[in-house]
């Protein structure tokens, strides 16, 4: 007889967590496919990124409550691609490739189907399978960061908005110092559906700075 699999102690402190977390209830209600939904809801009420018309990009999208917001929000007008290793069930109005965001075949797909068109909004949710090694795990992590920044820097409008998830920890500075050379404004978010406990925040960059915006300084620390 097959034997039902152990529960461990952090197994079972995480399913207590999920099943009493308000926001997993809340996006069973509102039909959001994740809590991560709250997430991005929470930060587009303080900085209005999502409007109808406009060309989105969702990196690591899966299972897809992020598509679901923007394309709420978008009312149906406008365009949604959207990566993930894992596949993002079909929803109207977004694109989706089940596929790895560091490999070409993405980078191809995405170009493909944006032509010369440019984005309005980047979207990197991104987060590499915990091996359990916190070093490996953060570097990793920024890979992913990086990549999705260039990508940023290579497609938005010069008026375009980049919201990524990082980990504060190593690499932190040295990647909003990137941020900060790429875009004129970058702030720190923490919504209250980021749980206490992580150390994930959510870094936006706004409008990407061209050869007349003054150099980066100490005053950009912390926008
Ligand atoms: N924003 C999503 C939502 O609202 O449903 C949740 C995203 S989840 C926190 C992080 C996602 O990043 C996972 O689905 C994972 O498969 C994806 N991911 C990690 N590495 C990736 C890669 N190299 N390419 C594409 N997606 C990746």
């Known amino acids: 007889m097959a034997q039902k699999p152990k529960r461990t102690k952090s197994g079972r402190a995480w399913m207590h967590e999920h099943v009493t977390d308000p926001y997993v209830k809340k996006a069973q209600t509102d039909g959001y496919r994740s809590r991560a939904a709250?997430?991005?809801?929470?930060?587009?009420?303080?900085?209005r990124l999502l409007k109808p018309g406009m060309t989105v990009v969702d990196l690591g999208a899966a299972p897809g409550s992020w598509c679901q917001v923007a394309a709420r929000?978008?009312?149906?007008?406008?365009?949604?691609?959207?990566?993930?290793?894992?596949?993002?069930?079909?929803?109207?109005?977004?694109?989706?490739?089940?596929?790895?965001f560091t490999e070409p075949a993405a980078l191809n797909w995405l170009t493909e189907r944006?032509?010369?068109?440019?984005?309005?909004?980047?979207?990197?949710?991104?987060?590499p399978n915990m091996s359990g090694v916190g070093l490996r795990d953060q570097a990793r992590h920024y890979?992913?960061?990086d990549l999705a920044l260039d990508f940023a820097v290579q497609w938005l409008k010069p008026d375009g908005d980049f919201l990524v998830?990082?980990?504060?920890?190593?690499?932190?500075?040295?990647?909003r110092r990137s941020m900060q050379a790429a875009f004129v404004q970058?702030?720190?978010?923490?919504?209250?559906?980021?749980r206490d406990r992580s150390a994930e925040v959510y870094l936006l960059g706004r409008r990407l700075r061209n050869a007349d915006d003054p150099a980066v300084t100490s005053a950009d620390e912390g926008v």
């Not at 709250?38 to 900085?47: P, Q, S």
């Not at 079909?90 to 089940?98: D, F, I, N, Q």
């Not at 032509?115 to 987060?127: E, F, H, Y």
């Not at 998830?165 to 990647?175: A, P």
């Open 38 to 47: 709250y997430k991005l809801l929470e930060i587009d009420a303080r900085d």
């Open 73 to 100: 929000k978008m009312k149906g007008q406008g365009r949604m691609l959207a990566i993930d290793l894992l596949p993002v069930a079909a929803m109207p109005g977004v694109e989706s490739l089940e596929g790895d």
């Open 114 to 127: 944006l032509q010369s068109g440019r984005v309005d909004l980047v979207l990197s949710d991104m987060a």
């Open 143 to 145: 890979e992913l960061c």
């Open 165 to 175: 998830k990082v980990f504060q920890g190593v690499g932190f500075e040295v990647f």
């Open 186 to 194: 970058v702030a720190i978010r923490k919504p209250d559906a980021s």
